[in-house]
């Protein structure tokens, strides 16, 4: 598999591994993300696949254990899903304004992206192994190594066998109906709509099913959320939330923080997303700090399993100005008010209300 | 059916039709609330149901409309379920002290309570009837009459027939053990866990399945949440957020405002709740306004779909002091800060940070 070409479009945020995220204007210039544009997370180097000797195994708790080539994989009955997702580590930026966060990638809010899926529903896969009465997790192994606390190991995570089932968690080996692009996971990724992207494991060699969680170091360990009082010298890893569905969140991508406008009418332009199938309900946008809000309007397209795109109109008059957005879901869920209210040491599930600066002249 | 008798150990907030809720310390001095402390809300009065000639209607969208009479409902298989109900209105108060709220009830935080319930899965009387494949939502009536606006009519609801199809929303016969009481809807009611409270209809007297949600008031129009600038004289009353999963929230019992305590150590106690299924994964105290959090002690007991119950120790100096709390569910939510952000003319919803002041000398 060739070197992934440069991403002009991208901003990098780191170059080995490579991990990058688009303009904020670019990125909702269209519901669905363009391959080329999609946010890139990875823990390790893009891994070298043979398409020939590949095979994605099926074990743990189940009564037929499996390993399936491409063309196995082939022969099960396609679908295709509408999903967005997203890093965990999102807006952890502005959670670094609050506290710094080292070791962590410094995310501004584009850490998220938008694309139709293609392959065969998980369930069909677990379902022709038979999974046993005891199974409750499915573990993901991918091909690609990394490295931490000294130990070099693949990536991994899991998530219950509940979620499993659902017919819209993929494994796929298209996105937006072109082949999965070596970045993204090629030749077969896990899509898990609703949760944190972290669960959808790129380049997936197997699948285990199992009692309890993946012990691997990214579902065990990382991607857990913990106290603010709590860091990294006196953390117990075993006690933080261990992130699964998303909480919902929302983000002005136009005007950006900075920008000169005329005074007069704005439209301010952003995304909304719930997790675990929620829908977005409501998006409100405030130019009094939060005091008062208008409503957004909600642009057609999407499901729970997407964001949905939302533009509001404003009147600015001449002068500086703080703009501010939040979402309610259909569970009635709403985002806190500052980053310092979630602040955590991993930098995770930042979800405060989105606050631009701009100058109106 | 004879009359409710008193109940003295719950607070009434309207004489008739009746409404009560606990006080905030019995609440929480079981896992489980019993029968007579658990929160009543009725719509209207205490219908005489005649158990002879009962019969629960399925009608709609379905290949076998069904009328079955309790002898006909206990040939179903049984089933126990957990479940936490909620009104939507819960903490209204908190909102009144924002901006008033004429014209609905001035509920404290207690219009909540756990019970276990018995009695038949939704689900099965849903199969027996053969649910045609266009339906989408199952409307529920009770056998209680009300008026709005000049109308009078039989309190209703619906769910989705996905969230119907659930192995845990019931039609339960029995409450902790016992004989469902006439106020909490005897002899049938719909349990639908992980809902606002008025989804569970009493009195049960008909399901409809639908392509679209019920038309009864209490669906189409009330328990929506419009925005904080939308009020009964220019509401558009189609299109608020219908209600259905709450969000997360929490709530300190023990101790209440007002109180005076010995300076020292001071355990704190109350419950959290979130919806649709989600679990609780921590609860937060504070006494310095939400800058600092301290990590509250989850009680044994309980599932997604009822509340937790929550202790934390306190060293209070000698002086007044106002002490918080906040819950993050599994989805890595939280709540708001202040109920002014959340604030809507019906009441809806509240899951404000809560607060309690107390003098400690």
């Given at each position: 598999m060739p070197p992934l070409e440069p991403q002009p479009r991208l901003r990098v945020r780191q170059e080995s591994p490579l991990?990058?995220?688009?303009?904020?204007?670019?990125?909702?210039?269209?519901?669905?993300t363009p391959n080329e544009l999609f946010f890139i997370r990875n823990h390790g180097d893009i891994p070298t696949v043979d398409l020939e000797t590949y095979r994605l195994t099926i074990d743990g708790l189940v009564e037929s254990p499996l390993s399936l080539s491409l063309g196995d994989l082939r022969r099960f009955a396609q679908a295709t899903v509408g999903a967005t997702l997203q890093c965990a580590g999102n807006r952890r930026r502005e959670l670094i304004e609050v506290s710094p966060i080292p070791n962590e990638l410094p995310w501004s809010s584009e850490a998220i992206s938008n694309a139709e899926w293609s392959g065969i529903p998980l369930r069909q896969a677990l379902l022709a192994a038979n999974p046993r009465p005891e199974a409750r997790h499915v573990a993901f192994l991918g091909l690609d190594e990394t490295e931490r606390h000294g130990h070099r190991f693949q990536f991994g995570g899991s998530i219950p066998l509940e979620k499993a089932m659902h017919q819209q968690?993929?494994?796929?080996?298209?996105?937006?109906?072109?082949?999965?692009?070596?970045?993204?996971?090629?030749?077969?990724?896990?899509?898990?709509?609703?949760?944190?992207?972290?669960r959808s494991v790129k380049w997936l060699s197997r699948l285990t099913l199992r009692e309890t969680p993946s012990d691997n170091y990214f579902q065990a360990k990382a991607y857990r959320l913990f106290p603010a009082a709590v860091g990294p010298d006196d953390v117990d890893w075993d006690t933080g939330l261990m992130l699964g569905e998303a909480p919902v969140n929302s983000v002005i991508c136009s005007p950006a923080s900075g920008d000169r406008l005329p005074a007069g009418r704005v439209t301010v332009r952003g995304w909304a997303m719930a997790g675990g199938g929620r829908e977005i309900a409501r998006v409100d946008v405030s130019t009094d700090g939060g005091g008062t809000w208008q409503t957004a309007e909600l642009e057609a397209g999407g499901s729970g399993w997407t964001w949905r795109l939302w533009q509001a109109p404003l009147d600015l008059a001449p002068g500086e100005h703080e703009i501010l957005c939040r979402a309610f879901d259909s569970a009635a869920q709403t985002q806190p008010a500052h980053p310092s209210q979630v602040w955590n040491f991993k930098g995770y599930a930042n979800n405060a209300w989105h606050r631009v600066r701009v100058v109106a002249a």
């Open positions: 991990n990058a995220e688009p303009e904020p204007g670019a990125l909702i210039a269209s519901f669905r968690v993929l494994l796929a080996d298209a996105m937006n109906g072109e082949p999965l692009p070596p970045a993204h996971g090629a030749p077969l990724r896990v899509v898990v709509p609703g949760y944190i992207g972290a």
